[in-house]
């Protein structure tokens, strides 16, 4: 059995673990727990490094738990490590790759090589809802609005992938659902549109997420 602790941004990416991620790892004898960064009861919201690290070394203190992330590109503070100078990358995976590997070498000076062996980082491009827009039919019948499944394939046609869906305060994947929705609820509908979506469409459409979840599902027992 593998244990797997998801430190997450927020309530919304809470719920997606909980509902939609687990329910595919637990059969493969990977067992996810999600926890909302910082302290018990807290709602989540801006990551800052200290926070994580603070976080972090209480999962990597259990040596037999593997810790990763869920947090958004957009939600990390503006001094998170590597942020800055991905933001000036033109490619989803170009900003990726940067930041987690600032990521970890500010890790390197605040735990052993032995304990971030256990330590799978990850960071939404760049926004969790991108991932919605995989399947706009099913994302606008997720959210109980068919009629809006062209405006979504208005949007995700203007991108490469979901994940380039771009992440400033007015154009951000879930300022456009809700401009088009305003009811959305991140917390509620984020998790009904991804069970309707299904993992293997938004894996199909986002490369950087699919790369995550191979990471994670190599974790477990081999098949002989």
């Known amino acids: 059995m593998i244990r797997v602790c998801v430190i997450c941004e927020g309530p919304t990416e809470e719920t997606f673990v909980n509902e939609v991620l687990d329910a595919h790892f637990t059969p493969r ?39 990763t992330t869920l947090f958004d590109f957009y ?19 170009g900003r990726s790759a940067r930041l987690l ?20 980082p990850y ?3 760049h926004e969790f809802e991108g991932l ?15 009629q809006l499944a062209n405006a979504f394939h208005g949007i995700r046609d203007a991108f490469a992938t979901p994940e380039d869906i771009n992440d400033s305060p007015q154009t951000a994947p879930s300022k456009r659902l809700a401009d088009l929705y305003p009811p959305y609820d ?31 599902e190599a974790l477990g027992p081999s098949e002989a």
């Not at 009904?192 to 994670?216: K, M, N, V, Y």
């Open 29 to 67: 004898e990977i067992y996810l727990s999600a926890r909302i960064i910082g302290k018990p009861g807290h709602k989540g919201g801006r990551v800052g490094i200290q926070r994580l690290i603070n976080d972090v070394r209480a999962v990597l203190g259990d040596p037999s738990i593997y810790c």
């Open 186 to 216: 991140k917390v509620l509908f984020g998790s009904l549109a991804a069970l309707e979506i299904g993992l293997h469409a938004i894996r199909a459409e986002c490369p950087l997420f699919d790369g995550w979840l191979s990471t994670l």
């Open 123 to 125: 960071v939404q491009m």
């Open 101 to 120: 590997d600032a990521l970890t070498q500010s890790l390197r000076a605040q735990f052993s090589d032995q304990a971030l062996r256990r330590f799978i």
């Open 132 to 146: 919605l827009f995989s399947d706009p039919v099913a994302l606008a019948r997720g959210i109980h609005q068919p």
């Open 75 to 93: 939600g990390l503070t503006a001094d998170f490590p590597g942020k800055q100078y991905a933001s000036t990358l033109p490619t989803p995976a």
